[in-house]
């Protein structure tokens, strides 16, 4: 399990007193203007009674959960000079049904952020997503490294988890990407699952036996000549850290998702990883070029056990079984031919 120390928590628990009715429109859910935002602006646009208990009057920079049973709360303060203060995180929970608060205080977190590096989770609070029985406050430490904090309806830490989820399981387990160093030539994906039910996460991308993955290394470190490879810098010499990510589904509007799925009825995950020469070809190469690039399927039967997987080229799995979507591939039927041996 990973490291937690809370050198610095409390919870307590408060009867709530509204000092002003809620507005009588529907609560928009979001604060008009521009950051940072009062407590109090936050908690009247999701129609919350403002508790007379603390200061509402203070400025945060926040992320939230809310639905018809209760409103979940992280924040950090912002300074009089309109700079964060990251090193404590405060973290709030209204139970609508009895009208009450509890609130709790955390501060000094570590976790491992990259693998063999651990550090402090303390960063801007972003969203919250409650999945299953638990919370999950997304801390973001840089634009491609972040954290979760895995909380009890009682405000209690139950883990730190490195990244932020991608998908999630009505069983409350969830999928996690890896954080990754920001100013980096290439950025391997990592991809974990975590189910609250065992100790820690287990590591399910890369796999330890991949033939598509073995032979890109393979290409990457012997079919690239000198004067075609990346020189500088910015470049990677080790073909095993690859650039490669999850690949996106994109609508019309420009709004993007990763390409990733889950089947609760059969347990199982699919998801496309685009493959790049990124940081091994050189820059003018890379603009034009597309032979490099491979976008590869996985499929992985997860519950109840064990883990096993099945990788296929997006070129071929259309050919071989009839359709790419990935929602059609977790079906049982489908599984049963993509894992027959």
């Known amino acids: 399990m990973h490291r937690l120390l809370l050198a610095a928590a409390f919870v307590t628990t408060l009867t709530c007193h509204a000092s ?4 009588a ?3 928009p859910g979001y604060v008009l203007g521009h950051a940072p935002y009062k407590l109090r602006a936050v908690l009247e646009a999701f129609c919350i009674p403002v508790p007379t208990a603390f200061d509402v009057d203070v400025s945060i920079q926040y992320g939230a959960y809310n639905n018809p049973h209760e409103f979940f709360l992280a924040y950090n303060l912002v300074t009089s000079s309109n700079t964060l203060e990251p090193q404590r995180l405060r973290i709030m929970r209204y139970d609508k049904q009895n009208r009450k608060w509890a609130t709790a205080e955390l501060s000094d977190i570590r976790t491992e952020i990259l693998p063999g590096l651990p550090g402090p989770c303390l960063g801007s ?3 919250v997503q409650r999945v299953g029985a638990l919370f999950y406050v997304s801390i973001e430490l840089s634009p491609s490294a972040g954290c979760q904090l895995v909380v009890s309806d009682d405000l209690k830490v139950k883990t730190i988890l490195s990244g932020w989820l991608v998908a999630t399981f009505s ?7 890896g954080s990754t160093r920001h100013f980096a030539p290439t950025h391997p994906l990592r991809l974990s699952l975590f189910d609250p039910r065992s100790a820690s996460p287990t590591t399910i991308y890369p796999p330890p036996s991949d033939p598509l993955r073995a032979a890109y290394i393979q290409h990457l470190s012997t079919e690239i000549s000198q004067s075609d490879r990346c020189h500088g810098d910015n470049c990677e010499s080790n073909a095993e850290q690859f650039d490669n990510d999850l690949g996106s589904n994109c609508e019309s509007s420009g709004h993007c998702q990763p390409a990733i799925a889950v089947n609760d009825k059969t347990g199982s995950l699919a998801f496309r990883v685009q493959f790049s020469p990124t940081g091994f070809i050189s820059f003018d190469l890379l603009k034009g070029s597309t032979g490099w690039d491979k976008e590869v399927i996985y499929v992985y039967r997860l519950f109840p056990g064990p883990v096993a997987h099945r990788e296929f080229l997006s ?3 259309e ?3 009839g359709t790419s979507s990935l929602d059609e591939i977790l079906t049982s039927e489908m599984l049963a031919r993509i894992f027959a041996k």
């Open 171 to 177: 069983s409350g387990a969830v999928v996690l990407e």
């Open 319 to 321: 050919a071989r079984f």
């Open 315 to 317: 070129s071929d799995i």
């Open 20 to 23: 002003a009715q809620p507005p």
């Open 25 to 27: 429109e529907p609560c």
């Open 125 to 127: 609070a972003g969203g």
